[in-house]
């Protein structure tokens, strides 16, 4: 049986949800810049990347002289903390109009490293290529990454060597796809969760796919998106209710065992924010939101205000052919969302932004310290900037709007080198 890609699979890959193509949780969270220095971080615009530190100084946009290119992503980071990996994609190949599971697997994808030291640009994942459409996973160690191919309209993981020589099979094209991969801190077992016929379910494996274990998984319920704690012993993940909530816009925070046991709900009533969307209606976006641990041990989460209602509608009832597929309704916003801390000992929330009504904040991730926070913010059918703060919630500062103040998104800090 071949089983296609769905439209949040889809959304997980092409939106850039830092939690999406990420490397361990131990850099899921990130870390400070070069040694000494302030904590520097990427972030993207209009389809572009660029580099700033936690400061506000040093802002670098990457402008990579490679031929038709539509966009640049950067989707993981070496250990030695100053080469990235990076996709870009080539323009769609059908024009508008197709509904997007129909066209975006036949993407033309490559995948580069580059050396934010030297300047250096290299394909890699050439050799013995499969398919058109390659998009990374998990960098598992410097020389070895899991990476998603998608031929037919069916998709599958496969291991294999930076280069792309001895791909190997971390999947199987008719079990369903995986997606949030998540590495151990130990570098030995990955979680994932796996959109299948049976709905979306999160497992742990060994890195090379055996050894494979469900920790849920129920028809009624969309888990997503698993991430170690930092000494190895919990995964948190995201509940969605998504046959009342099909654009999937709100979640629960779910707490488990590696092994499946002493799960447990740490919140109720579908309160953190799941599918980000923002923007006006000549310059939307969206993406997958995702809760992160932070260094003190607790969740960091977007978390809704009672009655929360984004600007942007989810349209179920027409085909998807946007990949967003939302009508713009400002006057039915109401509400927001704020950056909390939740303890998965009891479930209690700490408030941090509290930025009010009609203010959404997202994409939260602290620092190796743990003194600072990254996050998103945006008004209610505005576009996102990229804010830091203490990590107590003192000192917020907005310290960039964007190419052409049209927004920014997806920071992520970049490694201690």
Not at 57 to 86: E, I, K
Not at 237 to 264: K, T
Request: charged share 20%; proline share 7%.
């Amino acid at each position: 049986m071949k089983f296609n890609i769905s439209r949040r699979q889809f959304l997980t890959t092409a939106a850039l949800a830092p939690f999406a193509v990420a490397t361990s949780c131990k850099t899921a969270a990130q870390t400070q810049g070069a040694k000494g220095g302030p904590g520097r971080f990427f972030f993207t615009s209009q389809g572009k990347t660029a580099m700033m530190n936690a400061d506000g100084t040093g802002l670098r946009w990457f402008a990579f002289d490679v031929p038709n290119q539509a966009t640049w992503q950067p989707c993981g980071f070496f250990s030695d903390g100053h080469r990235v990996l990076f996709l870009s994609m080539e323009p769609r190949l059908d024009g508008p109009g197709k509904p997007f599971d129909q066209y975006y697997h036949k993407t033309h994808c490559h995948i580069w490293v580059h050396d934010l030291d030297s300047g250096s640009l290299t394909e890699v994942a050439t050799k013995d290529r499969m398919a058109p459409f390659y998009t990374p996973q998990l960098l598992l160690n410097d020389h070895r990454i899991l990476m998603q191919v998608v031929r037919n309209g069916a998709g599958q993981i496969f291991s294999m060597n930076l280069d792309g020589s001895d791909a190997k099979e971390f999947t199987r094209a008719e079990e369903g796809m995986p997606y949030g991969l998540n590495l151990s801190p130990d570098g030995r077992r990955v979680a994932y969760h796996l959109a299948s016929p049976q709905g979306y379910q999160i497992w742990v494996s060994d890195i090379d796919g055996g050894n494979r274990s469900k920790i849920v998984g129920d028809p009624e319920h969309l888990y997503f998106c698993p991430c170690w704690s930092p000494d190895g012993q919990w995964l948190i993940f995201q509940d969605c209710l998504y046959h009342q909530d099909p654009g999937h816009d709100w979640s629960d925070l779910y707490l488990s065992r590696p092994d499946g046991s002493e799960q447990r709900l740490l919140t109720k009533d579908q309160a953190l924010w799941f599918a980000a969307t923002y923007g006006p209606a000549d310059n939307h976006g969206n993406g997958s939101n995702v809760p992160v641990w932070s260094r003190d041990g607790r969740v960091l989460c977007s978390h809704r205000l009672p009655g929360a209602k984004t600007a942007w509608e989810f349209q179920p009832q027409r085909p998807d052919t946007d990949h967003f597929n939302r009508d713009f309704k400002p006057e039915f916003a109401k509400g927001g969302t704020e950056i909390c801390k939740i303890d998965p000992k009891d479930g209690a929330v700490t408030k941090i932004t509290q930025p009010g009504e009609g203010v959404w904040d997202f994409r939260q991730s602290d620092s190796s310290d743990g003194k600072q926070i990254i996050f998103c913010r945006a008004k209610s059918g505005g576009n996102p900037s990229i804010w830091v703060m203490n990590a107590d919630g003192t000192g917020q500062r907005e310290l960039s709007k964007g190419l052409d103040n049209r927004g920014a998104d997806h920071p992520r800090w970049v490694p201690m080198q």
